[in-house]
């Protein structure tokens, strides 16, 4: 299993904020479908003022690479992805065109390495 963190910023509008939300309490199912057969096993999103923090879980044969390929040959993924730039604001540092930015792991922190001290 792999495991991958990524970030993304809300547009700073309250409102903005809880229409975003309430979408994602009635995600279409077809993104959902697009999801797992892309190989994710598990995925959350957590947010903290309007920055967006997601944790996915996935199996070994999964590719950030083939997950954006499948997306852009999926008209109903894209036709979200659309409706979701009107909540959606790149981080400063993304590339141009880049959602999602993958984070980098700096620390870790295993209990099982603490009972061999």
């Given at each position: 299993?792999k495991?991958?963190c990524?970030a993304?910023?809300l547009?700073?509008d309250?409102?903005?904020i809880?229409?975003?939300?309430?979408c994602h309490?009635?995600?279409?199912p077809e993104?959902?479908?697009?999801?797992?057969?892309s190989?994710?096993?598990?995925m959350?999103i957590?947010?903290t003022?309007?920055?967006?923090?997601m944790?996915?879980e996935?199996?070994?044969?999964f590719s950030?690479?083939r997950k954006a390929?499948?997306?852009?040959?999926?008209?109903?993924?894209?036709?979200?992805?659309?409706?979701?730039w009107?909540y959606?604001?790149?981080?400063?540092?993304?590339?141009?065109?880049?959602?999602w930015v993958?984070?980098?792991?700096?620390?870790?922190?295993?209990?099982n390495?603490?009972?061999?001290v």
């Amino acid at each position: 299993m792999k495991r991958y963190c990524l970030a993304l910023d809300l547009a700073g509008d309250p409102d903005l904020i809880a229409e975003y939300e309430r979408c994602h309490r009635q995600v279409w199912p077809e993104i959902k479908k697009s999801i797992t057969d892309s190989g994710v096993l598990q995925m959350e999103i957590y947010r903290t003022g309007n920055r967006l923090f997601m944790i996915m879980e996935t199996d070994d044969a999964f590719s950030l690479q083939r997950k954006a390929d499948l997306d852009l040959a999926n008209a109903r993924v894209q036709e979200w992805e659309e409706l979701m730039w009107k909540y959606q604001r790149p981080l400063p540092w993304a590339k141009n065109g880049e959602k999602w930015v993958l984070l980098e792991r700096i620390f870790q922190l295993d209990a099982n390495d603490l009972n061999q001290v």
